[in-house]
């Protein structure tokens, strides 16, 4: 079948409003969507959420244009999607986020900047910072700046000791030595040279000897009077402790962050399932809301669905709980493939997937059971015939307006046609 023309599908759609002419006027513009929330990937916003806001901003541009103002729709979108993801960062409440990284060395930078104050009588040069951390005088340097920018870029940002930092500072004097280093951005550069320092010392001077200087390992061999095979199997036994330091670092950082967050009572860190990193059921409700919200403003509506794995307790055990995580993470992949790409999945219970439909209402009941079937057949390939017997998909759904009336209405009607889905199941299986 060939490629109808955009504008073609456009007006068909304005004068039909069929469903899948829409999906399909959706899939042909995909790419316009991603290219403008591409434009916005500085904001610090995850791209796939900027992505959803896009298609947002597509949807709502299908629903309002109106072919007779002589206006090209993809003209007309265009506006449309980049108002939708403004309006989406300004309600964050700023476009440019300072990096978990960045907040954890600016502390430490501070206390070191304190303490040498105090000892030397004067601020500090960025050599002595340097050397105090263990880090170069151009990683110091870096830092400062990229803080200063992230300063003027984001003047409503608050972080933590704030009124502490550099106050009276002048950062023009702060001297900077030239020195090498890996070739690498500033906030990776930072956490290499951090892990390099729980290597081996021959281990250090091998990777500084390699990548920093530019050495081969047959001169690297000769410089260290060892052989080129041990120069070789420093260099990959090394490289491997790196990626293995770097992860651990980046997973405990990103814990201690969350940790500091959640202590603030920060909704950011409630926003993904720590244990699938799909969105939490927090965040589901929260969107679930704000899309209710929309759809009273425009006159739309919005469709709820929620996927219930269940098994016997038994079953449940003998997975384990990292298990059932990964269960749910391959599972939220299958459902993005039945669903359009403006719809949201997340995890909404221990052993169950929350799906928010904007603008889908009440074709709500039909596409929960299209993703339930496709759940139902993944099953039957992701676990051998005596597990995948031992699971059962669970659904139900609701929507705005014409089946409830506010956002907890719909949540509660789901939950509740999911329980009944789960009670007509057990009978049947009685019967049989």
Same mark, same amino acid.
């Given at each position: 079948?060939?490629?109808? =023309?955009? #504008?073609?599908?456009?007006? #068909?759609?304005?004068? +039909?409003? =069929? ?50 103002? %002589? ?50 009588? @004067?601020?500090? +040069? ?61 906030? #990776? ?75 603030? %009572? ?85 052993? +169950? ?68 889905? @789960? ?10």
């Amino acid at each position: 079948m060939l490629k109808r =023309d955009t #504008e073609e599908l456009v007006l #068909e759609y304005c004068q +039909t409003r =069929d469903f899948e002419l829409r999906d399909a006027i959706t899939i042909q513009l995909s790419g316009l969507v991603e290219s403008i929330a591409r434009k916005f990937i500085g904001s610090g916003e995850p791209i796939e959420d900027l992505i959803q806001e896009g298609y947002l901003g597509l949807l709502n541009a299908l629903n309002l244009f109106k072919p007779e103002k %002589g206006v090209k729709f993809t003209t007309y979108a265009t506006h449309l999607i980049v108002g939708q993801i403004k309006h989406y960062l300004r309600d964050k409440g700023k476009i440019i986020k300072e990096p978990a990284w960045l907040q954890e060395l600016n502390s430490k930078i501070n206390r070191v900047t304190n303490e040498l104050s105090a000892r030397l009588g @004067r601020p500090p +040069t960025t050599q002595e910072i340097a050397e105090f951390l263990g880090m170069t005088a151009k990683t110091v340097e870096d830092v400062l700046m990229m803080r200063e920018v992230f300063k003027v870029s984001s003047l409503d940002a608050i972080y933590e000791d704030e009124e502490e930092e550099w106050s009276g500072y002048d950062l023009e004097k702060l001297n900077c030595e030239p020195c090498q280093t890996f070739n690498l951005p500033i906030e #990776e550069r930072v956490v290499v040279e951090t892990a390099m320092q729980q290597l081996k010392q021959i281990e250090q001077q091998v990777l500084h000897l390699f990548f920093e200087e530019g050495y081969n390992q047959t001169e690297i061999a000769h410089m260290l009077s060892i052989s080129c095979n041990y120069v070789s199997h420093i260099l990959r036994n090394a490289t491997q402790k790196l990626r293995r330091i770097v992860s651990e670092a980046e997973w405990l950082d990103e814990q201690r962050f969350r940790a500091r967050a959640l202590a603030r %009572g920060d909704f950011e860190a409630r926003i993904l399932d720590p244990q699938t990193g799909l969105f939490s059921a927090d965040y589901l409700a929260v969107r679930l809301r704000e899309e209710v919200q929309r759809a009273a403003r425009y006159d739309q509506s919005v469709g709820f669905a929620v996927f219930e794995f269940a098994a016997e307790k038994s079953a449940l055990d003998a997975l384990g709980e990292f298990a059932i995580g990964e269960l749910l993470l391959q599972a939220s992949a299958v459902v993005r493939e039945t669903v359009r790409k403006a719809d949201i999945v997340g995890r909404y219970g221990h052993t +169950t997937l929350g799906l928010l439909l904007p603008y889908a209402g009440e074709h709500a009941p039909s596409i929960a059971e299209r993703v339930a079937g496709a759940l139902t057949e993944w099953l039957q390939t992701a676990f051998s015939p005596t597990m995948h017997e031992r699971f059962h998909i669970h659904f139900g759904w609701a929507f705005y307006p014409r089946d409830c009336d506010d956002h907890e209405q719909i949540a509660r009607l789901a939950d509740q046609r999911l329980l009944e889905h @789960r009670a007509r199941a057990r009978l049947t299986h009685d019967a049989a």
